[in-house]
């Protein structure tokens, strides 16, 4: 008996370090095929955007001439974009997500609530487009310009910055507040000077990403109308503007090969932002979280 008993756990043994084998098999070759299309992506994109890549591109404007084509007024526009959308998403999105996880009550509302922002970060961009349109655009009559373009984006990704928040906050554990209550704080006192601190390195990784995704997206300024050729740069909020995404977008609508080529050097100055960007929410995690 022992001997079946003995014989059958081998065989079950076995069996488990087959299958794991070959889990972790799929997963490599999954991960290797990512990789190879990311470094064909690359390739493709550096081969062939490098020849245009200089300081004159970074700081002319756009032209009907490839050889005179720049990204300065994309670039600029870009970053005005960001700082309409960075401050009002934040704000708005830890604002929301302090509120659902400390003060509202768990009742069907708040259920409700907390379902709808969920489903909200997975509706598709050009939806968003059209609510600033109609709201924004036209509701509001703010035209088109930078602050309708950068609230639009802030309802974008204001649903994974919210979702984000709230995961950082629940990662805080019950006895900081339990502590933070025995020395007389009060609720507000407990959440400003316990809660954010420790949730703050989670808040700005998930922030920074979503304004990455902000700062690629296409479809919600063209649905309000963004420029897609300027030669000037904005002089406030209310002015008109282009950014990177619908720019690169215009060159590859081109019928000319060098613009093609114009416009991979735009991604390539995009993928450098959005690298910089993600390294700036790396490196602001891990040195928030060491004085921790």
């Given at each position: 008996?022992?001997?079946?008993?003995?014989?059958?756990?081998?065989?079950?043994?076995?069996?488990?370090?087959?299958?794991?084998?070959?889990?972790?098999?799929?997963?490599f070759?999954?991960?290797?095929f990512?990789?190879?299309?990311?470094?064909?992506?690359?390739?493709?994109?550096?081969?062939?955007?490098?020849?245009?890549?200089?300081?004159?591109?970074?700081?002319?404007f756009?032209?009907?001439?490839?050889?005179?084509?720049?990204?300065?007024?994309?670039?600029?526009?870009?970053?005005?974009?960001?700082?309409?959308?960075?401050?009002?998403?934040?704000?708005?999105?830890?604002?929301?997500?302090?509120?659902?996880?400390?003060y509202?009550?768990?009742?069907?509302?708040?259920?409700?609530?907390?379902?709808?922002?969920?489903?909200l970060?997975?509706?598709?961009?050009?939806?968003?487009?059209?609510?600033?349109?109609?709201?924004?655009?036209?509701?509001?009559?703010?035209?088109?310009?930078?602050?309708?373009?950068?609230?639009?984006?802030?309802?974008?990704?204001?649903?994974?910055?919210?979702?984000?928040?709230?995961?950082?906050?629940?990662?805080?554990?019950?006895?900081?507040?339990?502590?933070?209550?025995?020395?007389g704080?009060?609720?507000?006192?407990?959440?400003?000077?316990?809660?954010?601190?420790?949730?703050?390195?989670?808040?700005?990784?998930?922030?920074?990403?979503?304004?990455?995704?902000?700062?690629?997206?296409?479809?919600?300024?063209?649905?309000?109308?963004?420029?897609?050729?300027?030669?000037?740069?904005?002089?406030?909020?209310?002015?008109?503007?282009?950014?990177?995404?619908?720019?690169?977008?215009?060159?590859?609508?081109?019928?000319?090969?060098?613009?093609?080529?114009v416009?991979?050097?735009?991604?390539?100055?995009?993928?450098?932002i959005?690298?910089?960007?993600?390294?700036?929410?790396?490196?602001?995690?891990?040195?928030?979280?060491?004085?921790?």
């Amino acid at each position: 008996m022992n001997l079946v008993n003995k014989q059958t756990v081998q065989n079950s043994m076995g069996k488990r370090l087959v299958k794991n084998q070959l889990a972790r098999s799929i997963f490599f070759l999954a991960a290797g095929f990512g990789m190879l299309v990311l470094a064909v992506l690359l390739y493709r994109i550096f081969s062939e955007g490098t020849s245009y890549l200089d300081w004159s591109f970074l700081t002319s404007f756009a032209s009907r001439f490839p050889e005179e084509a720049g990204i300065k007024a994309a670039i600029i526009g870009s970053l005005w974009l960001m700082a309409v959308t960075a401050p009002v998403s934040l704000i708005l999105g830890v604002g929301t997500a302090i509120y659902l996880e400390e003060y509202a009550k768990e009742n069907k509302i708040t259920r409700f609530i907390q379902m709808n922002i969920s489903n909200l970060a997975g509706v598709p961009s050009v939806v968003f487009g059209l609510l600033g349109l109609t709201v924004f655009v036209r509701l509001m009559d703010m035209g088109r310009s930078i602050m309708a373009g950068g609230l639009t984006m802030s309802l974008l990704i204001l649903p994974i910055i919210v979702v984000s928040s709230q995961e950082a906050i629940r990662a805080i554990p019950k006895d900081q507040y339990e502590a933070s209550f025995a020395m007389g704080a009060t609720k507000w006192q407990t959440v400003l000077r316990v809660v954010l601190p420790a949730a703050i390195p989670g808040i700005l990784t998930g922030g920074i990403l979503a304004l990455s995704r902000a700062i690629g997206e296409t479809a919600p300024l063209l649905m309000i109308g963004a420029l897609s050729f300027i030669a000037y740069l904005p002089e406030n909020v209310w002015s008109g503007f282009t950014v990177l995404p619908i720019q690169i977008f215009n060159w590859t609508g081109r019928p000319q090969e060098e613009f093609h080529l114009v416009a991979s050097a735009g991604i390539i100055v995009l993928l450098v932002i959005l690298l910089l960007m993600n390294s700036v929410a790396v490196f602001i995690r891990n040195k928030l979280t060491k004085r921790l």
